[in-house]
C-alpha cells in the first residue's frame, strides 16, 4: 500500500499549479492546512531516515543527516518512475523486468571503456525534465511573489526531478570535444 503514495505524489506535482492560482486565505489557512499537511506529509519521513541513521551509525549520524534533503531530492525525482510503476500494477499491465548487461557487455573479450550504456527505453525522462522545468517556473513563481519559505522544498522538487532526468539522459548526449580536433583543423592546400 505504500507504493500508492508515489502515485499521489505525482498527481500532488500536476495539482500545484492550480493550487497557487487559487484565493489566498491568509495565515489562517496556513495555520490550520497547510502546515498540519506539511507536517504530516514530510515531518514522518524525516523521522524515518533520522531514526535509521541513528541505529545505523550511533557516532557519526548527525553528519548523515545532512544529506537528508538529498535523499528526500530522490525520492520525489523517482515518484513518476514509481507512479508509473503502480498504474501499470493497478491495470493488470505485464511488463518485463530486463536487466540489460552494464555498458552492453557481452562477451568477455570486449573492452568495457569502448562501451557505452544506454538505458533510455521510455519517454520517462523527458517527463521527468518537463517537471524540473515546472518546478523551475514555481521557483521564479515564489521569488517574484516573495514566497520565500516554499523556495527550499521547492528546490528539492526540481533538484530531484532534474537529477533523475539527467541521470538518464545524459549517457545519449553526444561527447563534445570543445578544442577540436587536431586532424580536422589541418586543412590540405
Request: proline share 7%.
Given at each position: ?18 493550487s497557487?492560482g ?7 489557512r496556513?495555520?490550520?492546512i ?17 531514526c ?28 513518476l ?52 522545468i ?8 515564489a ?9 527550499p ?12 532526468s ?24
Open positions: 500500500m505504500s507504493n500508492f503514495a508515489y502515485l499521489l505524489l505525482a498527481c500532488l506535482c500536476v495539482l500545484l499549479h492550480p497557487v487559487g484565493p489566498q486565505a491568509g495565515w489562517l496556513t495555520l490550520l497547510d502546515i498540519p499537511i506539511f507536517l504530516a506529509a514530510s515531518v514522518s519521513v524525516a523521522v524515518f531516515y533520522i535509521a541513521q541513528r541505529e545505523l551509525h550511533p557516532r557519526t549520524w548527525m553528519k548523515e543527516i545532512l544529506f537528508l534533503p538529498c535523499l528526500l531530492a530522490l525520492g520525489i525525482g523517482l515518484s518512475n514509481n507512479a508509473l510503476a503502480v498504474l501499470e500494477a493497478l491495470f493488470n499491465h505485464k511488463s518485463d523486468f530486463t536487466r540489460t548487461p552494464k555498458y552492453g557487455i557481452e562477451h568477455k573479450s570486449q573492452p568495457w571503456r569502448a562501451c557505452k550504456y544506454r538505458p533510455l527505453k521510455s519517454a520517462l525522462p523527458i517527463a521527468e525534465m518537463a517537471f524540473a515546472y518546478f523551475s517556473y514555481f521557483i521564479w513563481f521569488l517574484v511573489h516573495r514566497q520565500f519559505l516554499s523556495i522544498f521547492l528546490l528539492m522538487f526540481q533538484s530531484g526531478f532534474l537529477y533523475v539527467l541521470s538518464s539522459l545524459v549517457p545519449w548526449w553526444p561527447k563534445f570535444n570543445f578544442g577540436g580536433s587536431r586532424a580536422a583543423a589541418a586543412v590540405p592546400a
